[in-house]
């Protein structure tokens, strides 16, 4: 399986502004983009650190999927995402070793073609698959 390297952290928070003083005002990190993706309900920030980069996530309303865990779980950690070089092979080999999936096939995402795998199956963390394009 070829995990080639955290792709990013992508981190839930209530305010986008009142993180980036955190994140950008107060770690010193740069903002290369922020974006508002209405189909997906979610505000985002990206930050990138040397090879990854770290994600924050404010939802746009109450109904979406990521709304609902800020108000379930509050701040904090959301998903992990790794890059992998074939997704479709790394999907059917954790299928194959029992692994609990969300997505048994790649979708679209923002980057590339991605999947995710259950916290429930990764000792509590969400973690997201990207084959980037
Ligand atoms: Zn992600």
Redesign the pocket.
Known sequence: MGIKRID?I?IVVENLDKALEVYRDALGMTVTAVKEMPEQDVKMAFLPSGDSEI?LLEPLSTESGIARYLAKRGEGLH?I?LEVDDIAATLAELKAKGAQLIDEEPKPGAHGKIAFIHPKGAHGVLI?LVERA
């Open positions: 990013h992508a994600e998903h995402c997201e």
